[in-house]
């Protein structure tokens, strides 16, 4: 895993997405290990965040460990991306998507 795309889970999702939410756009990967799309979507992931220069935040949750967190966020496909700004969704997508796509989606929320 990339060392700047911090996993979190129930216990620390509001510090991590919440509150930093309130500084930079947060973007979420709510994924699965047995995912083919979410596999993907992980060098997709890896260069975002390797150019994110603290413009933004990428934290993944794994929903097979962490199937109440995804059940308050309603995820129902994987992946399921979705930007946090100032502690509130500001914009989702699901399924694989292009590193444009997601870029954008992060944007529009600086």
Do not use: Y
Request: one cysteine or more.
């Amino acid at each position: 895993m990339n060392p700047k795309i911090k996993e979190v889970d129930i216990n620390n999702f509001a510090v991590e997405v919440l509150e930093k939410s309130k500084q930079v756009p947060v973007l979420v990967d709510f994924t699965a290990d047995w995912c083919a799309p979410c596999r993907v979507m992980i060098p997709i992931l890896n260069q975002l965040a390797a150019e994110s220069q603290g413009q933004f935040i990428i934290v993944k949750v794994d929903t097979d460990e962490q199937q109440k967190l995804a059940g308050q966020h309603g995820v129902r496909g994987f992946p399921t991306f979705k930007v946090f700004r100032h502690g509130e969704v500001v914009e989702e997508t699901f399924g694989a998507q292009s590193q444009t796509v997601l870029r954008d989606m992060i944007d529009r929320h600086k």
